[in-house]
């Protein structure tokens, strides 16, 4: 069984906005489209790149603990 899908919402103003509709409307998307396509891959670069980090300061046993 998989999760259901979740809304997001953004405020734009009126002029980007009509931009993006303009944009979506050119490349036959809608806008939900439009914006998913953006936001997963950087998403998931951003979860692949804390993860490689995360790696790493366990690898050289860095455990974020400040010595004072």
């Known amino acids: 069984m998989s999760l259901e899908r ?4 953004a405020k734009l103003d009126p002029d980007v906005h ?3 509709v303009a944009i979506c409307d050119a490349k036959g998307l809608t ?3 439009f914006v998913e396509a953006l936001l997963v891959p950087e998403i998931k670069r ?4 804390a993860n490689v980090i995360t790696e790493r300061l366990r690898i050289s ?3 974020g603990k400040s010595r004072a």
Do not use: I, S
């Open 31 to 33: 806008l939900g489209e």
């Open 61 to 63: 046993g860095t455990n």
């Open 46 to 49: 951003l979860v692949h790149e």
């Open 6 to 9: 979740v809304d997001v919402r």
């Open 18 to 20: 009509e931009a993006l």
